[in-house]
C-alpha cells in the first residue's frame, strides 16, 4: 500500500472520530497513528486502510494488521489501545480493541460498515479497556 492510501485512512478515521465528540491528534508513531482523547482518557489508534475490496465479486476487504514490513509481529496493547480498519471506497471505519485481534490478516465484510458504524463500533472497542 502506497503512505497516500494510508494517510487518507488516517484523516478519514480522524474525522470520524471528532464528529463522535472526541479531540484527535494525528501523530505517526511507530504503532500508533491517532491519539483520541476526552475529558477524561485517551486511546491510541492504530489505523489499517484497505483502498478496495480483496478480489473481484468480493464483499470483503481484507487487513494487514501486523507491523514491520519484513519481519511481521502482531499488534499489541504496548504500542496501541484500538485499530481502526478504514474502508476507503465506503469512507467508513471500524474499530476493535488490539487484543480482540489474534491474527495478522483480518477478513470485515463489506456489510459491517454501515450507518453507525463508528460510534457502534468504537463503544465496544473502548469498553475493553474501562
Known amino acids: 500500500?502506497?503512505?497516500?492510501?494510508?494517510?487518507?485512512?488516517?484523516?478519514?478515521?480522524?474525522?470520524?472520530?471528532?464528529?463522535?465528540?472526541?479531540?484527535?491528534?494525528?501523530?505517526?508513531?511507530?504503532?500508533?497513528?491517532?491519539?483520541?482523547?476526552?475529558?477524561?482518557?485517551?486511546?491510541r489508534v492504530e489505523v489499517k486502510t484497505s483502498s478496495q475490496k480483496e478480489k473481484r465479486g468480493s464483499t470483503h476487504y481484507r487487513f494487514g494488521v501486523a507491523r514491520g514490513s519484513?519481519?511481521?509481529?502482531?499488534?499489541?496493547?504496548?504500542?496501541?489501545?484500538?485499530?481502526?480498519?478504514?474502508?476507503?471506497?465506503?469512507r467508513r471505519t471500524i474499530f476493535r480493541h488490539v487484543e480482540q485481534i489474534k491474527v495478522l490478516n483480518v477478513r470485515v465484510s463489506e456489510d459491517e460498515y454501515c450507518d453507525g458504524c463508528e460510534l457502534k463500533t468504537w463503544k465496544a472497542a473502548t469498553a475493553w479497556i474501562s
Open 1 to 43: 500500500m502506497n503512505t497516500t492510501v494510508g494517510q487518507a485512512g488516517e484523516y478519514l478515521t480522524a474525522g470520524l472520530l471528532i464528529d463522535l465528540g472526541l479531540q484527535v491528534m494525528v501523530s505517526p508513531t511507530d504503532g500508533c497513528d491517532l491519539l483520541a482523547y476526552d475529558a477524561s482518557k485517551y486511546w
Open 70 to 90: 519484513k519481519v511481521k509481529r502482531y499488534l499489541s496493547n504496548e504500542t496501541c489501545d484500538i485499530v481502526a480498519m478504514c474502508a476507503l471506497p465506503l
